[in-house]
C-alpha cells in the first residue's frame, strides 16, 4: 500500500478523501495533517452557526468514527514543520512521517489589514470554528467593526447581530459586495441589512484600530472614529502558501498545479484554496469539489483534467435573497436586460451576449437564479426567448410580455395601489362607475393618491378596462431610462426619502442599469439638493464643464475665470491673472459681461497647476460654468456715484458670498443696481434687486439669453438684511422645486408667481428655507480649485499613461 | 497580440475615463463598472469633442460637446446619428489595466 | 446512528403541548376541521360541538383581535370549554390566527396542562415604537425564563424574535442554551431550553407579531421541526415547497449543503405539507403523516397574501 500524506483537513481535501475510500479505500495508507484540532467540517456553514441557525454539532462532515472506519490516521493539532523533498518525509511538530504521494491542502488564511493597531486582542479574522467562537462569546450589546462588506463580513455582520451586538459593517469600494453585485443589487442588500439595525458605511477606508492592549475604537481615514470591543477582518483571503515555498515549490500568487493537479514536484500535489491554475485562484466551494474529484483519479492512476466552470453567488443570511452568476467583465456586444419591481424590493439584470446568457444578478427574487446560471454553463441560445428571458422559465412557452396582458390577466383582488390598500376590482368598479382618468380614479379609490408609484400601473388598468376609449396619457418621461417625469422624480425622491441614485433607480424602476447622460445629472442634482448631509455628489453624474471645474471650448480646452467679488478686484489679483496667463500660453483674455475675466483656450492637464497659482494669489473659482451663482452684477452705488441710494456694491459681494458654491437647477445671475437707472442690468437677471430711497426692490425671473424676460416684482423690503434673506429663500425654494435645467423663468412659469410669494411671505417658512440653504452651504461652498489642484486630485487630469513618450526612447 | 500594462483599475472611477496617449493619438478608456474598462479613441468622430470628458452610463459614452452617443463596445454612433470611432482591445488582470499594443501603434516595451 | 435508542424515548411521557385544534371559518362562524386531542376525548368531544362567532371564545377572540392570544387561567374568562377542559386537567392555551392578506384562513389553538415540571416556551412578541417587547407567553415551571422574558425586548435583527421580524421569515434555532448566541441563553440553559422555532404571524393591518416556539428536552414541544420555503422565489412555482431547513431528534439535521438547489420538494396535495401548500390552511395529525412521532402540525405562512413558508413540528 502506498504512503498519502495529506496537509490540511479542509473541505478539498475531505471530499477528496471520500472519493479515494469510496473508489479503492486500500490504494492509500493515509496519514492526515490539520493545524486546527479537529477534523474536517463545513467550513461554508461557519455563518449560520454564528447566527445560531445551525450548531457545530451538525456542520462536521467527518467525525473521530469517519476517520476510524477508513482507516487515517489523524494528526490533529499539529502543525507541519517542513517538507523534506530528498527524504520523502513530512515533518510534523510530533514527528516525521514518510510518504510517497503528498497533498497540500493547506487552504487560505485571512487577509489582516496591516494598519496599527491590527494585533490587538479583539481583532479577529473570521476563517474557522475558533474565530466562530470568539464571536459567539462576545457579549450582547458590545459594540463589533465588520471590516470587508463581501460575503464573509457580511454573514458574520447579520450573525454577529442576530446574537445581540452592535453591528457597524465598513467597506472600501463604493457598494457591498462589488464583485459579485452591481450598484443597484448593493443597494437594495445594503437597505436589508440596515433594516436589521446594521449601520454600513461605503468607502469607508481603516486608518487604524486604537486600543491599549485591547481593541477601543476603529478610526477612519477621514477622521471618523467608531468605538469597538470586537473588530472582526474580513477583507479576503490569501492562500496559505509557506510550507510549499519552503520547500521549493514553484509558488506564484499560490502553489502552482496543472489540470492534474500535480505542483511542480510530480510526487507532491495541491487542492483547494492554496492552489493557483492557468493564473486563476479558488475561493467558492464548487471548484474546490471538482479538484478533489480530478486529484482523487489522478492519485488513482485515472486521466482526469480540471476545468474552471462559471460560479454563482449567494449570501447565507436568512431573508436576504440574491444571486449572482457569470461574468460581468468587458467584451464587445454585450447587451443588458433589467427587470425592477420596486413595490416588492425586486431587480434582475441579466447580461445577454451574441445570444447568449453570461451574467446574471438578482436581488429579491432568485427563484429563477439556477435556471440562469444553468444557461450561463452550457452557453445555451436564447435568441428564442431573448424577449421573455428575464421572465424566467414560467414565462417559456408562448406567453407574451405585454404588460397590458399581465394587467388584464391580474385577478380582482390583486393589489395595484399599495399606500391605500386598492385592489385591481375596486378600480374595475370605479371605472366602470364613471371614473374614466386617473384623476377620478384617484378621487374615487385614492388608488395612486400617495407615493404615485402605482400611477402606471393604474393606468394600465384604465387601458385594459376600457380599451380604446381610454387615452394613455403622454407626461414627458426624464429620458428613456423611465416613464417618470421630472417632477413625478422629484416629488418621489423627498416622499421616499430616496437619498442614492442606486436608490433612486430601483425604488422608481429605472430600466437601465445606472441612467444614462440626460437623467443622471438631474438626478444627481435632485439628490443634493434635498439630501445635503446623505448623499454625496457623484462627480461622474456631471458634464464635463462641471467635473473639471472649467468650461469646455468646442477645441477641447477650457476657459478659466477666477471669481471677482461683486466685480470688484485689485492690482494684486490682475497681476496674478496676467502672470497665470502668460505661464500656461493663454491665448485669449476676455473681460466678461459678469464683471470678471475670462482666460480662454487652457489645455486641460494645466488646470491643476494654473488653479493652483491662481489660489496663492487669493482667487478662488468664479463658477462660470456650472448650474449654480454665477456672478453678481453691481453698480457702484453709494460709494461713487452721485445717484446711487444705497451700498449696492456691498450688497453684491454680500450676496456673492452667501450663495457661491451652492449648486442650482440652471445657472443663476444676479444683479444690484444702487438706483432705478440700473446700470447693473437687474432687471432681466434671475435674481435682481433695485436700491431706491426707501430700500429694495427684489424682482425675480428675468433672462436675457434665447429668450429675453423682465423681471417680475417678487416683493419690496426696507433693510440690506431682509433683501439678504429674501434672496436666499427664493433661490432655495427654486432648488428644492424646480426641474433641472430649468431657469428661474420656466419655473416661475410652472409654479406662479403668486405661489413663490405665498410661500416666501411666510416669515416661518423663510427662515426655514435659509436655514436648509444654509444647512447645504456647509457641505458645497468649498472652492472647488483648492481641493482639485492638490497633488492627488490633479493626476485625474494628466493622461494615465503616456505611450508615445516610451516609443520615442 | 501584445499587452502594454498603462496603469491601475483604480486609477479610474467608477463610469468615469482616463486618456492615455499613444502613436495613434489620444485613447480614451472608460471605466464602466467595477472591473470592466473599454478603450476608444478620444475623438468624437462628429466635431472632435474630447469623449473622455463625457458622461458614461452603461456601456456607452456621451460626447461632451453635442450629445453624440456612442458605444464602447462596438464604437457605432448610437440612435439616430451615424458613424462609427475606433476601439482597442483591452483587458484587467490583476487589478492592472492592460492594453493591445499593436493596435495602439506600440510595441511592447517588454 | 444510534437509532434503536431513539425509538425507545419517542413517546416521552410528557410533553408540552397535549391538545393541537384547527378551527377554520365557515360562513360567519369557526368551526373545527381537525385536531390531535390524545387521549381527552371528552374534551374533544365538547370541542366537535362547538363553534365560535367572530369575537366568541378563544378563537373568537384571535380572529376579531386580529393577534396571537394567551390564556393562562380558564376560570371566570371568556373561555367556554372550561368545564371540559378542567376534567381532563388542560389548564392554558395558546390561539394563532392564520391570516392570507385580509382573509382568515384558521385559528390554531394548543392547549397545555400545569404542572411543576414541565417547561417549555410559546411567546407572543409585538412590536411598540421600533422594539419587540414580549406581549405574552406561556412558560409552564420556566418561571425565571418567564420573568428575564418579560424584561427583554429586541430590537429589529437581534435574537430570534428580532431575526424574524428583519427576515420575514421563520427561522430554527439550536443550543439555546449555550453560548450568547440566544440572547436570553443563561436562562434558557437553566430552563433546559434546547431549540426554538420563530416565526411572523402577519394580520391585517401592517401590526408585527413574532411567534416563538421553545422546546426543552424533557417536555419537548417538538422532536422534529421543519421550515419549508413556498414562496415562487424559491420554487419555480407556486405548488411546491422546498424543505430549507430542520432537525430531527431521530434523522439528525434535514438540510443539506451539499444539495443546495436540490432539497427535498414537496407538491401541492403531497401528504400534509402539500395539503397545507395546496390549500392555505394548517393541519394536526396524528398516524403515518406524523413520521413515527404521535402527532404533527404543520402551519402556513403567508406574506403579501400569499403562502411563503410552511413550518412543522412533530412530536
Redo the contacts between chains.
Sequence with gaps: MERLVVIGAGMASGRLLEHLVEADPNAYAVTLFNAEPRGNYNRIMLSPVLSGEKSYAEIVTHDDAWYARHGVTCRFGERVESIDRDRNVVVGAKGEVPYDRLVLATGSDAFIVPCPGHDLDGVIAYRDLDDTNRMIDTAPGSRAVVIGGGLLGLEAAAGLRMRGLEVTVLHL??HLM??QL?PAAGYLLRADLERRGITVMTQAATKCIRGDGAVEAVELEDGTILPADLVVMAVGIRPSVALAKQSGLAVNKAIEVDAQMRTSDPSIFAVGECIEFAGQLFGLVAPLYDQAKVLAATLLGQDAAFTPKQLSTKLKVTGCDLFSAGD???????E?IVYRDPARGIYKRLVVEDDTLVGAVMYGDTADGNWFFGLIKDGTDIAEMRETLIFGPAYQGGATADPLAAVAALPADAEICGCNGVCKGQIVTAIEGGATDLGAVRATTKASASCGTCTGLVEQVLAATLGDAFQMPTAQPVCGCTDLSHEDVRRLIKARELKSQPAVWQELGWS??????VC??AVNFYLLADWPLDYQDD???????E??HAN?Q???TFSVVPRMWGGITTAAELRAIADAADKYDVPTVKVTGGQRIDLLGVK?EDLPAMWADLNAAGLVSGHAYSKGLRTVKTCVGTDHCRFGTQDSTGLGIRLEKRLWGSWTPHKVKLAVSGCPRNCAEATCKDVGIVCVDSGYEIGVGGAAGMDVKEVQPLVKVATEDAAVEWTVAFVQLYREHAKYLDRPYKWLAKVGLDWVQQTLGDAAERTALVERFDLSQTIYQTDPWAELAMREKA??FA?????????AE | MSW?D??ALD??????A??????VG?IA?FR???????ATTNTCAH????LS????????V?C??H?W?WSL??GEAQGADEGRIA?YP???EAGR?LID?DA????S?A | MDTAMDLVTENPAKTFVEVTEIWIPEGDRLVLSGGVYGPHDRFAEASRAETFALGEGLPGKAWAEARPVVLKAFDGSYFKRTEAARQVGLTSAVAIPIFAGRTLKAVVVVLCADDATRTGAIEVWAEADGILTLADGYYGAATHFEWVSQHTSFPRGQGLPGGVWSALTPILMRDLGSGYRFVRSESAGQAGLTTGLGLPIPVPGGATFVLTLLSAKGTPIARRFEIWDARAAKTGTRDAAKLVDGICERDGPLWDPENAGRERVATAWEGPIGRVLATGVPVAETGAAAQGYAMMVAMPIHRGGELAHVVAWYC
Design positions: 469600494a463604493g462589488e464583485r452591481d460581468f467583465a468587458d467584451g464587445p456586444g454585450r443588458d437601465t442599469p445606472n441612467g444614462c447622460h443622471r445629472p462627480p461622474q453624474s456631471r458634464f464635463v464643464n467635473r473639471k469646455i468646442k477645441d477641447g486641460g493626476r485625474a493622461p494615465i499613461a503616456d505611450l508615445t513618450l516610451e516609443a | 502594454i498603462i496603469g486609477d479610474i472611477p467608477v463610469r468615469g482616463r486618456v492615455v496617449k499613444a502613436e489620444c478608456l464602466t463598472d467595477e472591473a470592466e474598462v473599454y466635431k472632435g469633442g474630447p470628458e463625457g458622461i458614461v452610463h452603461g456601456r456607452r456621451t461632451p460637446l450629445n452617443v463596445e462596438t476601439t483591452v483587458r484587467i489595466i499594443g495602439v501603434g506600440k510595441r516595451a
